[in-house]
């Protein structure tokens, strides 16, 4: 089950990937532009449009595609979900769904997602190095991901108006009706991120951030809830140069030096990364200016949920 907008050649290689599963592939758009709708319509068993008169999110694109799929496929067993912009590695889908027949307690599995051209930016390197996840049990999921139909149907399915972390909300629902959510170490995927400027990779923390307020309020009572640490940090990290300023102007100079734990904190980051990673200071210190825009995150969903807006999609490509 393939989701997109305005993929162009990465939606053509990711429906390539899959050429062995044409016939039970399903794609859905969300107002692409870029003739995606029509490319697909040739390569695919169906293609369902999204109703444009609805704010788009990915969750609701997901929803729509499994449940197609499961309209046409009535005794489907698992969906392999994957983003237009990723290739599905080969032999993933095989070893995913041996793996969930023997773990019939597991309700969604994972491989390793890599990036595609990691040397073409810091920001893709980063990207890369975000995917690289332990294997085993684990809290949560990205957007590719191999999803038991019963386990799925007995959650409702992704949250639909969620703009963000929906894979993340719906791990959490889960995990509260006893499923399991695993990593195996095998190949899955080959991402696109094509993050090649610094406001594509400040938006994207922005939608981070937003992801964080959001998936950590709906479920702050679960004790299966996440991402409680990761706002805390987003905020903390954002609020301390503020607030050394204005204690330094208006109380005493010395809190000044508390701006000091910002490079402090880079070299601790840098210290970590393997020697042999050249980008290890650039990505240190766009890891701590990276919280500046999940704050702005968190401050944007917050501000709409105190005035009653509408929560919209944050897009940085």
């Known amino acids: 089950m393939i989701i997109g907008r305005n993929e162009g050649k990465r939606l ?35 293609v369902v449009e999204l109703d444009l008169s609805v704010p788009f999110t990915a969750a609701r694109a997901r929803n729509a595609g499994a449940w197609e799929l499961m309209r046409l496929r009535p005794n489907l067993e698992f ?53 690289n996840t332990p294997a085993g049990e684990s ?66 923390n922005v939608r981070a951030g937003h992801a964080f307020a959001e998936v950590s309020r709906l479920h702050a009572s679960s004790k299966f809830g996440i991402w409680k640490r990761k706002l805390l940090r ?3 990290w954002t609020l301390l140069p503020v607030a050394a300023i204005i204690a330094g102007v208006c109380l005493n100079k010395g809190f000044l030096l508390l701006l000091m734990l910002l490079p402090l904190q880079v070299a601790r980051l840098a210290a970590r990364a393997p020697a042999s990673e050249p980008q290890r200071w650039t ?21 709409n949920l105190w005035l009653g807006k509408q929560q ?3 897009e940085y490509k």
Not at 90 to 110: E, G, N, S
Request: some cysteine; hydrophobic content about 45%.
């Open 234 to 236: 987003s905020v903390s």
């Open 312 to 314: 919209t999609i944050i």
């Open 283 to 303: 990505s240190a210190t766009l890891n701590v200016v990276g919280k500046f825009a999940e704050c702005q995150g968190v401050l944007r969903f917050y501000k």
């Open 79 to 131: 969906i392999q979900f994957v983003d237009g912009d990723c290739m599905i590695d080969p032999d993933w889908v095989t070893q995913a769904a041996a793996f969930m027949v023997q773990r019939t307690d597991v309700a969604i599995v994972f491989g390793r997602r890599r990036e595609r051209y990691p040397d073409r930016s810091v920001y893709n390197l980063m990207c890369d190095g975000e995917w």
């Open 12 to 46: 053509a290689d990711c429906i390539t990937s899959v050429e062995p599963m044409l016939m039970s592939t399903i794609y859905v758009d969300s107002g692409s532009t870029d003739g995606s709708v029509a490319f697909a319509s040739n390569q695919v068993a169906s």
């Open 139 to 204: 809290f949560e999921c990205g957007g590719d991901s191999l999803v038991r139909v019963e386990a799925f149907c007995s959650a409702g399915g992704f949250r639909s108006s969620l703009v963000a972390g929906e894979e993340p909300e719906l791990c959490v629902r889960l995990r509260e009706k006893g499923w399991k959510i695993w990593r195996l170490a095998s190949e899955m995927t080959l991402h696109d991120a094509n993050i090649l400027y610094f406001w594509q990779w400040w938006v994207r």
